[in-house]
């Protein structure tokens, strides 16, 4: 069918070829010499090879899409029983296994053919980090509530304990460490996990991390809830930019957490109702700019927080109904620059509050309505402020500046 109806086409070609040249019967008004003919004849079959190249052309492009669908398929596939070994393996019962279960989600999650397999590897890392976990049985109580020495058997059992609950511990921070790591490689780079979100809602962090240098932008990044204790956390250099960021109703107690040169640039950062009550966090030399960073509601009591040297600059800094009840706050020398920040409400009943060295210029801070003592320092700081506007309360100034 196909020889015929090329045939049919060449024979079309040939006589509407010749009817382009005003041959009507060639029998009888006009002659065509041999060469000619043949000459007709190569160029009708030539338009009918040209078009079957093009036929041929189109159909190797539709032989290769089916092929690449074929391939995406197996690919994806195999990516699905890689995933559904990699998640077998964390619910073991052995931490070898889980930790072996964990470094395999993270490869998968490099090799993910689609930014949501990459995003499912992540989700499923972040909720093994949520489950609950065993807790520290601490040490062996010697001697025991009957009066007793522990025996051989209590001391054994004890140990399997510590050892299960260490060994759990070390899955959960090996987690941990591989998110700072990828999130530190350039977006676009093998193994970068930029871009992707990441809930870590919950979390205890017990330990020394390092997300120093991270980039989290683009996407939801929460750590809402999560528990800060018992070690020192980097977020030094980390980038936090255009996406959302949510520490709401974290609690910092116990370790060092540092966001020494982080920069919060064109993203929501939020910490209403986290709590501050040990441990010492830095933010010195962080820039917040051109976002919106909320505090509302959070309480500093018994912590070091530092913002000296911060930069807020063109950003909505939200601090309503903070409560300053103990530790130390300390905002000495950061600089509030077309930025409008509020402290209306707040409560400072205790502890240290400083603005020593503090400047104001080109912007709006207020602390109307709020209650207690006024921060060391910031009467200086108002009167040496630049255009702009900072409003206090009637008891500690009836001027607005």
């Known amino acids: 069918m196909t020889f015929a109806a090329a045939v049919l086409v060449s024979c079309g070609v040939f006589y509407t070829l010749i009817v382009l040249l005003d041959i009507q019967e060639l029998g009888t008004t006009a002659k065509l010499d041999a060469k000619t003919l043949f000459d007709l004849v190569k160029l009708s079959f030539g338009v009918v090879a040209g078009a079957g190249a093009l036929v041929a052309l189109v159909v190797a492009y539709r032989r290769q899409r089916v092929d690449e669908v074929g391939a995406h398929r197996e690919t994806t596939r195999l990516h699905t029983e890689r995933f559904s070994q990699a998640v077998d393996k964390l619910g073991s019962d052995s931490p070898a296994v889980r930790l072996g279960g964990v470094h395999a989600l993270a490869g998968l999650a490099d090799d993910a053919p689609t930014h949501a397999m990459r995003q499912t590897c992540i989700d499923v890392l972040c909720a093994y980090l949520r489950l609950p976990y065993p807790s ?43 998110i700072g790591d990828h999130y530190r490689i350039p977006h676009g780079s093998p193994g970068s996990w930029q871009r992707c979100d990441l809930d870590l809602t919950g979390v205890t962090i017990d330990n020394k991390m390092d997300f120093g240098g991270a980039v989290f932008s683009g996407g939801t990044v929460s750590f809402a809830g999560a528990v800060f204790s018992d070690g020192a956390v980097n977020f030094g250099g980390a980038v936090f930019s255009d996406g959302a960021v949510n520490f709401g109703s974290a609690v910092f107690s116990g370790s060092t957490v540092s966001f020494t040169g982080s920069v919060f640039s064109g993203s929501t950062v939020y910490l209403g109702r986290a709590v501050f009550s040990g441990g010492t966090i830095f933010s010195d030399t962080a820039v917040f700019s051109g976002g919106t960073v909320h505090f509302g509601g959070a309480v500093f009591s018994g912590s070091t927080v530092n913002f000296g040297g911060a930069v807020f600059s063109g950003a909505q800094v939200y601090l309503r109904d903070a409560v300053f009840s103990g530790g130390t706050v300390d905002f000495a020398g950061a600089k509030f620059s077309g930025s409008t920040v509020y402290f209306d409400a707040a409560e400072f009943s205790d502890g240290t509050v400083s603005f020593g060295h503090a400047k104001f210029s080109d912007g709006t801070v207020s602390f109307d309505n709020a209650t207690g003592a006024a921060p060391d320092g910031l009467a200086a700081a108002v009167a040496s402020a630049s255009p702009g506007t900072v409003t206090l309360p009637t008891a500690w100034s009836s001027t607005s500046y």
Request: hydrophobic content about 25%.
């Open 136 to 178: 520290d049985p601490g040490n062996l109580a010697d001697p025991q509530p009957e009066g007793n020495a522990p025996t051989n058997q209590q001391r054994d059992a004890h140990q399997d304990k510590k050892d299960r609950y260490r060994a759990f511990r070390e899955v959960r921070h090996t987690i941990l460490r591989l």
